[in-house]
């Protein structure tokens, strides 16, 4: 036995639908930014020299329209990668 009407119970099936695309939205945004900082942290750990790491920041930055990705932070900053790479040229 239906609980609801036809109409009604399409509009709760599209809302589901809705709500699953969204969850899965959000996941895939999630796991973007995940493996752009997995790829942040690869090319920089390359860098040979602070000229070279300088000239990857640049071409990081205009690869994301002037600014540093979002993920820049975490990856490259708190992540201490910055840090240890710097000490390794000095």
Known sequence: ????????????RAME???ENLVSIDDK???EKQAIAKLL???MSESTSEADWNKRC??????????YPSEWYSAIIE????????????
């Open 1 to 12: 036995m239906k609980k609801y009407d036809d109409a009604t119970e399409e509009r709760i």
């Open 17 to 19: 639908t809705n709500a």
């Open 29 to 31: 945004v999630y796991f």
């Open 41 to 43: 942290v690869a090319i």
């Open 58 to 67: 640049d071409e990081a930055k205009a690869a994301n329209g002037g600014d």
């Open 79 to 90: 992540s201490g990668l910055m840090e240890s790479m710097l000490k390794k040229w000095q």
